[in-house]
């Protein structure tokens, strides 16, 4: 896959080190920022992932948030997270390109099988269900992995790849980023969800889901028009499943 340039329309601003590109987006939004703009850090002292998760974020690999604000209902803006994993997981495939890269429900991307980047959605409403903002937090492991995770990690680095600068990988997200946005504003979610399947990580095999108060398995055949999980259970019913985590 070839390489892309910044997309027009999109701002960049950077930091050395900050506390998390999410919190910073939350501030800018209270400030009266909509974006689009991508905020990177070289490192954070206090990042998350989903759950409120600590994301360990070392300098060399890509920590980033875009602040935006589509004039979309909050139901349908939650379907940027299947966009941002398509962009995300072109974006691996830029720089290794002999790895097997796949996207795993809800919101990871794998590299052979391994999390090699993970998308976490924060927002917050404003009138008519409409958000006032989104800001979507990316982080993808470059140069480093963290080796004691549940669900096994990698990097580009440890895939044989020459890894990218954090700066040189944001171009790509943004680039990808920009061009599935403009299917999905354009479109709708159905092509996002076409693309999305057709990068999906353990689609007709047996899976587990891990929900709040249960766990579940079955065979995974696909997510429905809001992204839901589509499981066929055990029993021989068919079960939608809007938040959990998924194991292979």
């Not at 800001?135 to 004691?148: E, K, Q, R, S, Y």
């Amino acid at each position: 896959m070839s390489t892309l340039a910044w997309p027009s329309g999109y701002e960049l601003r950077e930091w050395a080190e900050i506390d998390s590109t999410n919190e910073e987006a939350r501030r800018l939004a209270a400030a009266g920022e909509r974006g689009p703009v991508w905020l990177r850090a070289d490192r954070q002292t206090a990042g998350r992932g989903r759950r409120g998760r600590a994301w360990e974020s070392p300098t060399g690999n890509l920590a980033a948030t875009l602040l935006i604000a589509p004039s979309k209902p909050a139901s349908e803006c939650a379907q940027l997270s299947f966009v941002t994993a398509i962009a995300a997981a072109d974006t691996a495939s830029v720089f290794a390109s002999g790895a097997d890269i796949k996207v795993k429900w809800p919101n990871d991307v794998l590299a052979n099988g391994r999390k090699l980047a993970g998308i976490l959605l924060e927002s917050a409403s404003g009138a008519d269900s409409v958000l006032s903002f989104l800001a979507i937090g990316v982080g993808m492991n470059l140069a480093h992995f963290p080796p004691d995770t549940e669900f096994p990690s990698t990097s580009l680095a440890a895939l044989g790849a020459s890894a990218p600068s954090p700066s040189a990988a944001l171009v790509q997200l943004a680039a990808h980023f920009a061009k599935w946005y403009d299917v999905w504003m354009t479109s709708g979610f159905t092509p996002i969800q076409d693309a999305w399947l057709a990068r999906a990580a353990g689609l007709g095999t047996r899976i587990r889901a891990r929900l709040t108060h249960e766990e579940t398995s079955g065979v995974f055949e696909g997510i429905d028009a809001t992204g839901a999980l589509i499981l066929r259970e055990t029993q021989g019913r068919t079960r939608t499943i809007a938040a959990g985590e998924v194991f292979f």
